[in-house]
């Protein structure tokens, strides 16, 4: 921000100061700046270096202070450094544990992590557990097409004939408004009896199948009734299948009507508010019910659109949108006399939730106006089609028109764009009620392999914009066995609360005949499902041996992931998929895109990079060597990826074996044991064990004291052999409890730690084990017991040399309240162990300093005095001094920062309270000096999986949004009471009565989902981390009468910035803050992204054309003329406030009657 002008050479006021000239006037640099390469003019004196312009600060003769010399504030630093590396190797005991290790050599082997083979091996476990899941797939649809085609019609089926478990019912039974109470079900409904099944995460019975079908579906049409019959016999191979493989989770078969048929059967996860769940709508189904679509959706936004029949197109097309998914593209435009996109998009781009998010954000902003114009429409979505420079679906394509009615035909659009091949989809929508000549609408739809649908009012949108996709699956039934092919989804939650799945898909064809001889059919009956949970899949990869910082990832076509420790969703909506790109999961760079790309296009491959990461807190910014390496998963579109830092090649693997030899007794008589017992705390310090799945039997718990009880009780049990228990981790932890004890006895034990003023020492390990010495201080330990998620513990790793980690302090949260509570910095760093040619390092270790006490220390070390006990040196009259930590701390601030910008320590008590904080909270205009003297380096990332608190409804009144209102001449006009618009008025508040949330409501709110839910939203993140600049660094502050000088150098072997300033003596150059915390974001720019598109690929197959596809089935117009004697009717009945309640219709076209 600029400073208003000052009087260059004004001398500067303070005690004990002599006063000098002022280094000159000018702007504040902003945040993003940096020091300047070229510029006005500037006073010669200003261009002299640090260290020659230090001494004409203080006028000769007189009594005063100086700003220390380079050459001092290097010494102090070099005191820091000393200091800090003496109390490490005494208490730190690096030394001592790597010796340690090595006494102990005959109790552990050192295995190696050979990348190739291990992925090879990840890779090929998910391959046949998918590929079980593929073959209980094939028997699912085999059977369905053999049942389907047995069975035989019946029209006069009635509800009573048929017998299942309606998953709903229960739910409906608990709501005396429900539609079935209140006429009666005659469905022979069962009422079953659940257990428990951990597996499921739910109340399951394995002897039925449950039935769903939505709400706006009838459940007693002939159509229904008939689906219910010939499913049935789907049960058995369900149970059948579950025989064969008990570890299968939710089969499913959503059938292309909307009824859902899975098992096991477990009630229905009922909302709070209208259940709008279809099965038709499932990412799932619409990904197998047809090839990916290139489609464009045009409105008409002609002065004929009245009001009511404009927010119909608007939710028509937002429904329309929720039936793509990611391997699809789409633009949306609106027309009258010219045809224009409704957003910033000026081309197709990926129906991705954050696109959809754009297009239906910008419709609701379209404005009716002008004269209709088909051709400019039409012209405009065959432009959009044709252009072949953009990334695209390249298999079906469509266009999707909206509009009130219209007299023109566009045939020489057609003639010109798309005839004689039609290689392009025209499906044509009539929305409201009018009294316009359908025919042309229909013609169009028909003359180029489409559908022409009607959406008269609200209940029919939902319906009628997803009946297109059975078009689109006649030539996949036509391919007959070619496009038989599983496909497995992107990552999704599950409806019925299994969490985060993914999905085998594969179509269900309709294999009858009209009659001997005729056409075989072209309906595609449905979509078969068999769920597999993601944590099956994590089981597969392996944990513990790739140490805290290695992991393995899996990626699709598109490049979301699959598996990765950073694919972890705040929340879900169970309508989207969790669409989490790699680049996303983790930092960006070129290495990581070409690594993508290699993987998207099925390749083997490995590469060593310098990389990016953040910290498990994403409170700081580590550079490392990370390997990669990748192979992809056969019969599937996934893609398999590892990653190990080089210190992870080797692990250690406790043999234990000539223990377990000598005592068969519990493991709990082991020589080690002992030392994990709380009885052996006070001598040897207090243990935390890692929560992890050492036996099966183990009982978790959330508190390590609760566990290592339950854990201490089970070892009573368990011999050292025992099958239920994972060997790998038992012996490694019993490793490494002894392991840490001897440091206790060889190191800790007799050291006096007040002497250097530390609160605690501590160690922690691979195995699992942290120990805190003395006992006490395990009461304010604060750190995660599962070393591998504590992140101290990770970047002592990832850093040479000693890494300070203070206490977290939020902005927002109460100061630290250094009286009532001991407050302190962790200090950690790795133990290297070389064994052969082997290095590895299976341990961190470090102490706990004290703050008030080492800010006192600190101030000492950066001073003129040796030690404490010193007197400090006063500066006589007449003479020259410079400022030191501890003297002059009125004058000059001394500050201890770490590698991600937050306070360590300072010479300012006031300050104390303040550690822990991001330094742009404590000295704004300091801070933005380091960072544009490059001392610190910005990153800035989004998170596309955060959970942010509902927004307040802009509309806080009591009537509908979005609701036609006519007007008082309107209602005084008789023409009016018999118009279309009247009517449609009418059905609209009779459809609100019981869907008025589809016009008003969020999808999600409308799912049931509580008002006070929080929703998943975007927030921007921003890390800073040491630059370029290495070297001890003089600079001023350059604000006119408010200039301070400051010196900044990094302390060796630490990850600490050691900063002496000048403190401020005015405020008028306060500089725009420096954020780090954590903010909500739209997200970048959607319209600059789509310019740049990530590398993705589609599907391999492409199913969109079949020369025998008969294309004479393409939509009839069901509509009725309004009847005044109904229309006064009606409106009697809604001012008596006695509404009807009509029954749903099944919106299903007649072809579907099989």
């Not at 100061?17 to 280094?23: E, I, K, S």
């Not at 599983?486 to 409806?495: C, K, L, P, R, S």
């Not at 009956?525 to 899949?537: Q, S």
């Amino acid at each position: 921000m600029a400073v208003p002008a000052r009087t260059c050479g004004a001398s500067r006021p303070g005690p004990a100061r002599t006063a000098r000239p002022w280094p000159g006037c000018g702007p504040q640099p902003g945040p993003g700046t940096r020091r300047p390469t070229s510029g006005p003019p500037r006073p010669l004196w200003l261009l002299l270096p640090p260290l020659l312009l230090l001494p004409l600060l203080a006028a000769p003769g007189a009594s005063a202070y100086s700003f220390p010399q380079q050459h001092t504030m290097q010494h102090w630093a070099r005191r820091l450094e000393q200091e800090v590396d003496g109390v490490m190797r005494i208490f730190g005991g690096v030394q001592q544990l790597r010796e340690i290790y090595k006494d102990n050599r005959n109790l552990f082997e050192v295995q190696e992590n050979e990348p190739q083979k291990l992925v090879e091996k990840v890779a090929g476990d998910i391959e046949s557990l998918l590929d079980r899941k593929v073959q209980a797939l094939k028997r699912l649809a085999d059977a369905a097409e053999n049942f389907q085609k047995a069975h035989r019609w019946q029209d006069n089926i009635k509800e009573e004939d048929i017998v299942y478990y309606d998953a709903k019912a229960d739910a409906e039974l608990d709501d005396p408004e429900s539609e079935d109470v209140e006429r009666g079900s005659k469905a022979s409904t069962l009422r079953l009896d659940f257990i428990e099944d951990p597996n499921f995460k739910n109340k399951v019975n394995y002897s039925y199948a449950a039935v769903q079908i939505p709400t706006d579906i009838y459940k007693g049409s002939t159509v229904i009734l008939n689906e219910l019959n010939w499913t049935e016999a789907l049960e058995n191979v369900f149970m059948e299948n579950r025989r064969q493989d008990p570890t299968l989770l939710w089969q499913v078969f959503g059938s292309a009507t909307g009824v859902t048929r899975y098992y096991p059967a477990t009630p229905w996860r009922a909302p709070k508010k209208i259940d709008l769940y279809d099965v038709r709508r499932r990412p799932w189904y619409i990904q197998g019910a047809s090839s990916p679509k290139d489609m464009v959706i045009i409105v008409d936004v002609s002065g004929s659109v009245s009001g009511l029949t404009l927010k119909l197109m608007k939710t028509s097309v937002c429904e329309m949108l929720d039936t793509l998914s990611d391997d699809d593209y789409v633009n949306v435009a609106s027309f009258n006399e010219k045809a224009q996109p409704v957003s910033c998009f000026t081309h197709l781009v990926q129906a991705n939730v954050r696109n959809k998010k754009v297009f239906k954000e910008a419709v609701q902003g379209m404005v009716a106006k002008g004269t209709t114009g088909y051709k400019a429409g039409f012209e405009y979505a065959f432009d959009q089609l044709q252009n072949s420079n953009i990334t695209r679906a390249n298999c079906n394509k469509m266009i999707m028109m909206f509009t009130d009615g219209g007299e023109d035909r566009v045939q020489d659009v057609f003639e010109k764009y798309n005839w004689p091949n039609r290689t392009v989809r025209v499906f044509t929508f009539s929305v409201g009620q009018h009294n316009y000549d359908v025919t042309p609408l229909q013609w169009m739809a028909c003359a180029n392999k489409g559908y022409y649908f009607e959406i008269p009012s609200i209940g029919a949108i939902r319906i009628n914009t997803q009946e297109y996709l059975d078009v689109l699956g006649r030539p996949m039934v036509l391919a007959g066995k070619e496009a038989k092919q599983v496909q497995w989804t992107n990552v999704y939650e599950d409806a019925l609360g299994l969490g985060l799945v993914v999905t085998g898909t594969l179509p269900v064809f309709n294999l009858t005949q009209d009659g001997p001889g005729e056409k075989k059919n072209q309906l595609i009956l449905g979509v078969m499902g068999i769920d597999v949970a993601l944590n099956d899949i994590k089981r597969l990869t392996p944990n513990y041996t790739l140490g805290a910082n290695g992991y393995v990832f899996a990626i699709d076509l598109n490049g979301y992931v699959l598996l990765h420790p950073n694919l972890k969703p705040q929340t879900t909506n169970f309508r989207e998929p969790v669409t989490l790109d790699f680049l996303d999961a983790e930092l960006e760079d070129e290495n990581k895109e070409e690594i993508r790309r290699s993987m998207i296009d099925g390749n083997k491959g490995h590469k060593q990079i310098r990389t990016l990461v953040k910290s498990l807190d994403e409170r700081y910014i580590d550079e490392v060597t990370r390997n990669y390496t990748w192979v992809p998963i056969r019969s599937t579109n996934y893609s398999l990826g590892l990653v190990l830092p080089p210190y992870s090649t080797f692990y250690l693997q406790a043999n234990l074996s000539d223990q377990i030899l000598q005592v068969k007794l519990p493991i709990s008589k082991l020589k080690d044991f002992e030392f994990l017992l709380p009885s052996s705390f006070e001598s040897e310090g207090h243990v935390f064990i890692a929560p992890r799945e050492y036996c099966k039997d183990l009982n978790a718990s959330d508190n390590n004291t609760e566990f290592l009880k339950n854990f201490i009780e089970l070892m009573e049990k368990v011999t050292p052999d025992s099958k239920q228990c994972n060997n790998f981790l038992l012996h490694n932890l019993i490793l490494d409890t002894g392991i840490t004890q001897q440091l206790v006895e060889r190191v800790w034990r007799d050291q006096d730690l007040n002497t250097y003023s530390l609160l605690a020492v501590f160690a922690a390990t691979d195995g699992g084990i942290t120990r805190v010495f003395p006992n006490k201080a395990a009461e304010d330990w604060t750190e995660n017991p599962e070393p591998f998620n504590a992140s101290f513990y990770r970047r002592s790793l990832d850093n040479h040399g000693y890494v300070f980690k203070p206490p977290h302090q939020d902005a927002l949260l109460r100061p630290l309240e250094l009286e009532n509570d001991t407050v302190g910095i962790l200090v950690s760093t790795a133990v290297e162990l070389s064994l052969g040619r082997r290095t590895l390092r299976p341990a961190v270790v470090g102490v706990k300093l004290d703050l008030e006490a080492w800010a006192e220390k600190f101030k000492v070390l950066a001073s003129n005095r040796t030690h404490q006990d010193q007197p400090q040196k006063q500066c006589g009259p007449n003479s020259h001094c410079e400022m030191d930590c501890e003297v002059n701390n009125e004058d000059l601030l001394c500050v201890l920062i770490d590698d991600g910008g937050f306070l360590v320590l300072s010479n300012q008590n006031h300050q104390w309270d303040q550690v822990g904080r991001f330094f742009s909270e404590v000295d704004a205009n300091l801070m933005l000096a380091l960072y544009n003297n490059s001392f610190y380096t910005r990153k800035e990332s989004y998170d596309y999986q955060a959970a942010c608190a509902p927004q307040p409804p802009g509309n806080l009144g009591a009537a509908p949004r979005g609701v036609f209102v006519p007007t008082v001449a309107d209602f005084l006009n008789l023409a009016w009471w018999t118009s279309a618009a009247a009517w449609s008025l009418f059905q609209q508040l009779l459809y609100g009565l019981i869907y008025h949330s589809w016009f008003q409501a969020d999808p999600a709110e409308a799912e049931g989902s509580p008002e006070t839910r929080e929703s998943s939203c975007v927030m921007k993140q921003t890390q800073y981390y040491f630059g370029s600049v290495n070297s001890s660094y003089n600079a001023i502050i350059d604000c006119g009468n408010c200039s301070r000088l400051f010196h900044a150098q990094r302390l060796t072997n630490t990850n600490l910035l050691f900063v002496v300033a000048e403190k401020p003596l005015c405020s008028q150059c306060e500089a725009g803050r420096l954020l780090q915390k954590e903010t909500h974001s739209d997200g970048p720019e959607q319209c600059e992204l789509v310019q740049r598109p990530r590398y993705r690929r589609g599907p391999h197959i492409c199913f969109d054309y079949n020369a025998t596809e008969d294309t004479s089935d393409c939509g009839r117009g069901a509509s009725f003329p309004p009847s005044l004697g109904v229309l006064v009717s009606l409106q009697l009945l809604l001012l008596l406030g006695l509404p009807p309640r009509p029954q749903p219709q099944v919106l299903v076209h007649a072809s579907r009657r099989l």
